[in-house]
């Protein structure tokens, strides 16, 4: 099953590690540390066209791909269970 992100992204649910609330998660320095890495790394596609709500960390064939989506968790979540 795919999860619509924003801006025409489409990821698969299997490789979802997680979905976090920015506003809530950045509070914590291990997040920001976190997110400046894959910062760093060149890891992070920001498929929001607004103030991301939303980082999605997603594994595939070993390599770690954290997405900004401008869309709510709860959101996503939500179009997640209704496309099932």
């Known amino acids: 099953m795919y999860i619509y992100i924003g801006s025409d992204y489409l990821i698969d649910e299997e490789e ?3 979905m976090f609330d920015i506003e809530t998660t950045t509070t914590s320095y291990i997040t920001r540390d976190y997110l400046t890495e894959a910062q760093k790394k060149g890891r992070i ?3 929001s066209s607004d103030i991301p ?3 999605i960390v ?3 064939n070993g390599e ?3 997405y900004l989506s401008q869309y709510s968790a ?4 939500r179009r997640r269970l209704f496309s099932r």
Do not use: H, L, P
């Open 45 to 47: 596609v920001n498929v």
């Open 58 to 60: 997603c594994r595939r």
């Open 53 to 55: 709500k939303t980082f």
């Open 64 to 66: 770690t791909t954290v």
């Open 74 to 77: 709860a959101t996503i979540n």
């Open 16 to 18: 979802v590690v997680g």
